[in-house]
Nanobody, 122 residues
Framework: QVRLVESGGGSVQAGESVRLSCAAS?????????????MGWFRQAPGKEREAVAH???????SYTLSVKGRFTISRDNEEKTLYLRMNTLKPEDTAMYYC???????????WGKGTLVTISS
């Protein structure tokens, strides 16, 4: 069982930067270690379907959706059990609820946070 709590959202102007954090708590002695999970960021804009933004696997390899490549950076601190998403050069179309997720496979996330809202105004 993994509990995920996102933070760092807010309202900013276009072109500014925001860093999101996702703190994980791993429960039960039989759970996998945090470092074994693929961690990801997803977002859902109003009226749109949820989309994958970026993920980082257990080896630390990142992957990004095309629309954020070069602007967003995903990273993880396994000692602190924290996932980060540095978002630079933000655009109004980045406005969304951002969710943190964890899975033993990057293609199947099983634990989800409740989200943090990021609003970008032009």
């Amino acid at each position: 069982q993994v509990r995920l709590v996102e933070s760092g959202g807010g309202s900013v102007q276009a072109g500014e930067s925001v860093r999101l954090s996702c703190a994980a708590s791993v429960y039960a002695a039989y759970s996998h270690a945090y470092s074994q999970y693929c961690m990801g960021w997803f977002r859902q804009a109003p009226g749109k379907e949820r989309e994958a933004v970026a993920h980082i696997d257990s080896a630390g390899n990142p992957s990004y959706t095309l629309s954020v490549k070069g602007r967003f950076t995903i990273s993880r601190d396994n000692e602190e059990k924290t996932l980060y998403l540095r978002m630079n050069t933000l655009k109004p179309e980045d406005t969304a609820m951002y969710y943190c997720a964890a899975g033993l496979s990057c293609s199947y996330m099983i634990y989800w946070g409740k989200g943090t809202l990021v609003t970008i105004s032009s």
